[in-house]
């Protein structure tokens, strides 16, 4: 066990815990309507501020989209740290991810691309929590463009990863409950791009709620991570530069094994944190290395 564990939890619990909280500073200053009104007017007279409460009257502007729920002060500022600091802590498990699985197989272009994918889905956060969609439309939503399609990437090419290092019956397990929220966060996204384009207030509301599951869902698949980064030790995190430094003077022997040129070690199978024992064909001993 490492303190990685933390990681993904901590990144699942601040996100899921700031945006809703960003919701309610929202729902309270009157810049968003509650989740639970489904009743929109064309316009709206002026109301008397009563705060503490909830908008009576709500037109179009005031869905509460995320994205909407961030763009005034003082809750846009909490906005813009959730994006910062989620994003960060994404790159991080990114690059864990990815070491981990270099860990396991040494050549697979799934896992240069999930690395990217997650890495653009960082950047897109940036976008999102930095530039407002009232005060800087076009760049929030080239930042929303990068991070949900790269974030639905992601998460897909996890569950294939996933399923291609298991090794115990619980690493399956974990490959089915990613499978199952990938799937949700794929629908929930094409339903909330559907309802979106849409000027049906019903629609656009609808819209939200899918936005919201998706957002959730997107975070809670980060956090099962935490089944994996029990096993992250110094060497995980090296694996990424040693690929790096080996692949100009490696030889390759098999399909998993790669040996520098002037004789360097093997890269060992990552023990499973579903069981005790290592992924034995990913294994090779110096006595095979010699034999070879």
């Known amino acids: 066990m490492t303190a990685w564990i933390i990681l993904p939890v901590s990144l699942a619990a601040f996100s899921i815990t700031g945006i809703w909280i960003v919701y309610a500073m929202a729902v309270m200053n009157h810049h968003v309507c509650p989740v639970e009104n489904w009743s929109y007017n064309v316009t709206c007279t002026e109301e008397t501020a009563k705060p503490g409460f ?3 009257c709500c037109t179009i502007q005031d869905i509460p989209l995320i994205s909407k729920c961030g763009s005034y002060p003082p809750e846009s500022c909490l906005f813009s740290l959730i994006g910062n600091v989620g994003a960060f802590m994404v790159v991080l498990v990114c690059l864990l991810r990815y070491a981990q699985i270099i860990e396991h197989r040494n050549h697979c272009w799934l896992n240069t691309s999930g690395l990217v994918s997650g890495c653009t889905n960082a950047v897109g956060l940036v976008m999102v929590g930095n530039f407002q969609v009232d005060h800087a439309k076009t760049l929030h939503y080239v ?5 949900f399609p790269a974030g639905i990437l992601f998460v897909c090419l996890q569950c294939v990863l996933t399923y291609r290092v298991a090794v115990t019956a619980l690493d399956y397990w974990m490959a089915h409950v ?4 990938a799937t949700g966060a794929l629908i929930t996204l094409v339903l909330s791009g559907v309802f979106f384009i849409h000027e049906s207030f019903v629609l656009q509301h609808a819209a939200a709620i899918c936005e919201w599951v998706f957002t959730v ?6 956090g099962t991570f935490t089944y994996e980064f029990g096993t992250v030790t110094t060497n995980t995190m090296l694996a990424g530069l ?6 100009g003077s490696g030889v390759l022997i098999g399909d998993d094994v790669q040996v520098g040129a002037l004789g360097g070690g093997a890269t060992k199978g990552l023990k499973s944190p579903g069981g005790s024992s290592t992924s034995t064909h990913l294994n090779c001993t110096p ?3 010699a034999m070879l």
Do not use: M
């Open 178 to 181: 990613r499978v199952a929220l």
């Open 217 to 222: 869902v997107i975070l809670v698949f980060y």
């Open 54 to 56: 909830p908008k009576t």
């Open 287 to 289: 006595e095979n290395i």
């Open 242 to 247: 040693q690929r790096s430094l080996s692949h």
């Open 143 to 147: 930042g929303a463009g990068a991070a």
